[in-house]
């Protein structure tokens, strides 16, 4: 159904920041939300952000102010920017693509990047 490709991942200190980069392709226009998840080692994989096709945005606690998701239609692009990075923001982070193809919903991942932040 979509294609996604994560990029941006990388050891970061504490308070720093980095951006990543989610690149999707395939049936772009079927695509109804798009977000950013996490697993860290030993825990459950958790949503992080969301955007909607209008742009409304959604937020995990964790990282309300800090966080922000943001989507490039003219790029195909979904870019989470990350400020304040705290230890416990160390995970792989997916990039995930759900919607409507053929009248079935799918939900699609990318690989993963890792994100570590440590000093």
């Known amino acids: 159904q979509v294609q996604l490709v994560e990029s941006g991942g ?8 980095l951006r990543l980069s989610c690149a999707h392709s395939g049936s772009i226009l079927s695509i109804t939300t798009m ?12 949503l992080v952000a969301t955007i909607v096709i209008g742009g409304r945005t959604n937020y995990a606690d ?6 922000s ?12 920017q990350m400020n304040s990075l705290k230890p416990e923001d160390t995970a792989v982070y997916y990039c995930n693509a759900r919607g409507i193809l053929a009248g079935r919903g799918y939900s699609d991942w990318g690989q993963g990047t890792q994100v570590t932040v440590s000093s």
């Open 35 to 46: 977000g950013w998840f996490r697993q860290a080692p030993g825990k459950e994989r958790e």
């Open 69 to 80: 998701i943001s989507r490039d239609n003219a790029k195909n692009t979904v870019d989470l």
């Open 10 to 17: 990388g050891l970061v200190q504490p308070g720093g920041s």
């Open 62 to 67: 964790s990282v309300k102010g800090r966080f």
